[in-house]
Structures are given as C-alpha cells and as structure tokens.
T-cell receptor
Framework: GIQVEQSPPDLILQEGANSTLRCNFS?????LQWFHQNPWGQLINLFY???GTKQNGRLSATTVATERYSLLYISSSQTTDSGVYFC??????????????FGSGTRLQVQP | AAGVIQSPRHLIKEKRETATLKCYPI?????VYWYQQGPGQDPQFLIS???????DKGSIPDRFSAQQFSDYHSELNMSSLELGDSALYFC????????????FGPGTRLTVT
C-alpha cells in the first residue's frame, strides 16, 4: 500500500510564529487531504489538494504530485491552531479502492 | 451545508457486548467509509460502500460487519467487544464523479470496559 510520512512529528511554537508541515508519499495519488484534529477528536477538513496550491486565511497548502510531497503552511499561529495535523492520501483504482491512508500526524502546540 | 451525521457520539459498553454505530452521509453522496482511530494513533480504514455495495475492505476484524441501506445510511455492527476496540470511529462520505474528497463526521467515541 501507499506509505505516508509526515514531519516533524512534534512542533512547539510561540503564538504569532509561522510553520511548515511536510507530507511525503510513496506512490501516485489522486486524493490528498489535510486535516486538523482538535482536542475533542474532531477531524476538520483543511484542504483537498491532490495537486497545486490553495490558500484559506492563514493556512495554505502546496502539493507537488510529480515529486510526491505536500506542504502545509501555517502563518501567524494562534493557540486555537493546536492539535494534530494529518495528511491523508488515496488512489482511485478500477477495483474501486478509494480509502485514505493517513500519515502519523504532526502534533502542534502553540503557546501564548 | 449538511454534514455527515454519526450517532451515538459516545458509547460505553462492557467486554463481550455488542454495539451498533450509525452514519448518515451527506445527501446525494454515494460512497461511505468507516475508519477506526485508536488512542494516539492515526485513523485506519475499515470498510467502504459504493451505491449500497461493499466497495473495499481494510483491517476490519471478523467480529465487525457493516452495511449500507436503501436510504444510504450505514451501520457498523461490532460484536464480542474487546478492550482494544475502544477507539474513535469515523464515518466519511464522498460523491463519485466530482472529486475524491472525503467528508468526515464528528466520530463516535466507543469505550469498552
């Protein structure tokens, strides 16, 4: 199956700092999503980005599909950004397999 | 906009009991997925359904079964519960032909004592 590696595993920031999270994957994909899991366990969709660049407020993401990596940028971090950030990838096949494979996540702690 | 609905949100069961988790996908979505997230782990794919037929199977124990009904809602049935089944169970849905984006529900937190 597809392997997904995220780095760094843990990150501590001061409020207002910027950060970059990375996701490497081992095979071609046609689905790549970034999620934020909040302290209550909810998985919040951040981006659906199998290729290209997207921005949403202080967050942006870039996926370079040909080089099999994606980056999530967080600018001017806030304490509410704390939690675990997951990258998940999937590959649609004729057999219908569309499940997402998750990375191990980056645990972010933003300190006031 | 309507989201994926899961019920119950919290469930406490004893070992060897059974549990049924329900999922109501976003209206018009034709594919439903179930994922299990153990404590401190990433979500793992269990099973999926496309147009009410089982589409793919992941690491789902034989003690678990699932189905999708005519109204597209899905149920995950878990029998002979074990302590290790304590986890967050997520349901997600997607719409074929548009993108492959999956939308996740809020999850059901199952605790087995």
């Amino acid at each position: 199956g597809i392997q997904v590696e995220q780095s760094p595993p843990d990150l501590i920031l001061q409020e207002g700092a910027n950060s970059t999270l990375r996701c490497n994957f081992s095979d071609s994909v046609n689905n790549l999503q970034w999620f934020h899991q909040n302290p209550w366990g909810q998985l919040i969709n951040l981006f659906y980005i199998p290729s290209g660049t997207k921005q949403n407020g202080r967050l942006s993401a870039t996926t370079v599909a040909t080089e099999r990596y994606s980056l999530l940028y967080i600018s001017s971090s806030q304490t509410t950004d704390s939690g675990v950030y997951f990258c998940a990838v999937g590959r649609y096949m004729d057999t219908g397999r569309r499940a997402l494979t998750f990375g191990s996540g980056t645990r972010l702690q933003v300190q006031p | 906009a309507a989201g994926v609905i899961q019920s119950p949100r919290h469930l406490i069961k004893e070992k060897r009991e059974t549990a049924t988790l329900k999922c109501y996908p976003i209206p018009r979505h034709d594919t439903v997925y179930w994922y299990q997230q153990g404590p401190g782990q990433d979500p793992q794919f269990l099973i999926s359904f496309y147009e009410k037929m089982q589409s793919d199977k992941g690491s789902i124990p034989d003690r678990f079964s699932a189905q999708q009904f005519s109204d597209y809602h899905s149920e995950l049935n878990m029998s002979s519960l074990e302590l290790g089944d304590s986890a967050l169970y997520f349901c997600a849905s997607s719409l074929s032909g548009s993108s492959y984006e999956q939308y996740f529900g809020p999850g059901t937190r199952l605790t087995v004592t």
